[in-house]
């Protein structure tokens, strides 16, 4: 990101987020309710048996969830880039979260 940012040479502006939950912000995670620890049938990741009690664990924790919907992420970006943009060309570089199927 540094070499990109030192090539666009101040014409744009370059944004990374993580996505409420993940990377550097406040991390999703059941300890509470055992599900993503080492005694967990699947260490750190959820079982799709363990969803129900992680669910009721960070909903105890936080309350209602919709802070952490990918719709928030959006407003989160939307209320950013508006409040600190300098009129320059605007890149939001994203990631996809690994999502595991069952």
Same mark, same amino acid.
């Given at each position: 990101? %540094?070499?990109?940012? !030192?090539?666009?040479?101040?014409t744009?502006?370059?944004?990374?987020?993580?996505?409420? =939950?993940?990377? $550097?912000s +406040? $991390?999703?995670d059941? %300890?509470? !309710?055992q599900?993503?620890?080492t005694? @967990?049938?699947? =260490?750190? =990741?959820?079982?799709?048996?363990?969803?129900?009690?992680? &669910? /009721?664990?960070l909903? +105890? /924790?936080? =309350?209602?969830?919709? @802070?952490? !919907?990918?719709?928030? &992420?959006?407003?989160?970006?939307?209320?950013?880039? @508006? /409040?600190?943009?300098?009129? &320059? &060309?605007?890149?939001?570089?994203? $990631? !996809?979260?690994?999502? $595991?199927?069952?």
């Amino acid at each position: 990101m %540094v070499t990109l940012h !030192s090539e666009l040479n101040g014409t744009a502006n370059v944004y990374t987020m993580d996505h409420r =939950g993940t990377g $550097r912000s +406040t $991390r999703l995670d059941c %300890v509470a !309710s055992q599900v993503t620890t080492t005694g @967990s049938p699947w =260490g750190a =990741g959820i079982d799709p048996s363990e969803v129900p009690a992680c &669910a /009721k664990d960070l909903h +105890t /924790k936080y =309350g209602d969830l919709a @802070s952490f !919907s990918v719709t928030t &992420a959006a407003t989160d970006l939307v209320t950013f880039i @508006s /409040k600190f943009t300098n009129g &320059a &060309a605007t890149i939001v570089w994203r $990631r !996809s979260n690994f999502w $595991r199927s069952f």
